[in-house]
């Protein structure tokens, strides 16, 4: 990682650091382009390390289940061999040149000389979507309302309240009433979003009383002593209101998104998202390219497989640009060889 400002050449720059950008680079490399890795957070993995770490997820390719951290632990892993520079810390602010001649500069000074774009931001710069609640600064200085959930061990005895009708709201709800003394879902209406299979376990864990559902009811209010929750209050659409004892309140109301200086160069972006060609992965802008989350096509579905198949497409289209006296010949990885010897 690097801290003082500095500057760097290479054939392809990669904006962002999650999982599809990880991946990016391990495509980029194995076509012998030199990358840069860069990110507005200090440690790579994007919202898999800063919000989810310890969430399991069931669709990566080869395995049943694995975790948000364990999964940014095995994409480093595979990169490790290239030793991957990274520029951490720090939002890139600027861009100027064209496709071949990029420069880009980060809030630290640091710049970026690239013949390749890729953006793999994710949904750009983001944070939790906060419930309107009075005093609620205060409780989240204390702990006692959170937005994410790092450490489940952490919640363990305590009385929590899960609000929220979305898989997030639904999952952490079936994780953490395992370890949970009690938990409430709170939700607006008497309908969750969530697959059928988790619909059906979470009507498992209520009819067993390890959840108890709280509909149609929203968050009215928190009472509590210096920032310590003692209850959070909910509302009926008859204004009914009830108090529930809880140590911790988890709103899941999802994310407010930012796409940040990204929205001011130049490309096609529709609420957050960027425009892409999906044969190449190219923007609209020559040489700039965008995959994972932040990409948008018809037919784009934001799972973190579908970025690992963009990053390795968007890898070699930019190959043409940073490379254009070279023809590229596609081989699978067991001709090319291992990844330290390429």
Avoid at 167 to 191: G, N, P
Avoid at 308 to 332: C, Q, T
């Amino acid at each position: 990682m690097t801290h003082s400002s500095a500057t760097h050449t290479t054939d392809i720059a990669i904006i962002g650091a999650g999982p599809a950008a990880l991946f990016a680079a391990f495509e980029c490399r194995m076509l012998r382009l030199d990358c840069i890795l860069t990110d507005v957070l200090d440690c790579v993995g994007g919202q898999c390390a800063a919000l989810y770490p310890e969430k399991p997820i069931y669709d990566i390719p080869a395995h049943p289940s694995i975790t948000g951290g364990d999964l940014i632990a095995a994409l480093e892993e595979q990169i490790a061999p290239f030793n991957v520079p990274r520029l951490l810390g720090s939002r890139i602010s600027q861009l100027e040149g064209e496709a071949g001649a990029f420069t880009l500069r980060n809030e630290r000074g640091d710049v970026i000389h690239a013949k390749a774009i890729i953006i793999a931001a994710g949904a750009g710069a983001f944070g939790p979507n906060r419930p309107p609640l009075e005093g609620l600064d205060v409780y989240e200085r204390s702990g006692s309302v959170q937005y994410y959930v790092k450490k489940r061990a952490a919640f363990e005895g305590k009385r929590i309240v899960v609000a929220g009708g979305g898989d997030s709201a639904l999952d952490w709800a079936l994780s953490l009433s395992d370890i949970a003394e009690t938990l409430y879902l709170v939700h607006r209406r008497d309908r969750f979003r969530g697959a059928p299979e988790t619909l059906a376990q979470i009507e498992a864990k209520i009819e067993a009383g390890a959840i108890e559902k709280i509909v149609p009811y929203q968050l009215h209010g928190l009472r509590g002593t210096d920032g310590q929750l003692s209850h959070v209050e909910v509302i009926a659409l008859d204004e009914t209101v009830r108090a529930l004892e809880a140590d911790v309140l988890l709103p899941f109301y999802g994310l407010s998104t930012d796409l940040g200086p990204v929205a001011s160069w130049g490309l096609e972006t529709q609420r957050s998202t960027i425009a892409v060609e999906p044969a190449t992965m190219q923007t609209n802008l020559e040489g700039i390219f965008a995959i994972g989350d932040v990409a948008h096509y018809p037919g784009k579905m934001k799972l973190i497989l579908q970025g690992f198949s963009e990053g390795a497409i968007a890898a070699h289209a930019a190959h043409h640009v940073a490379r254009p006296d070279k023809a590229l010949r596609f081989e699978h990885s067991t001709s090319r060889g291992q990844p330290g010897k390429v």
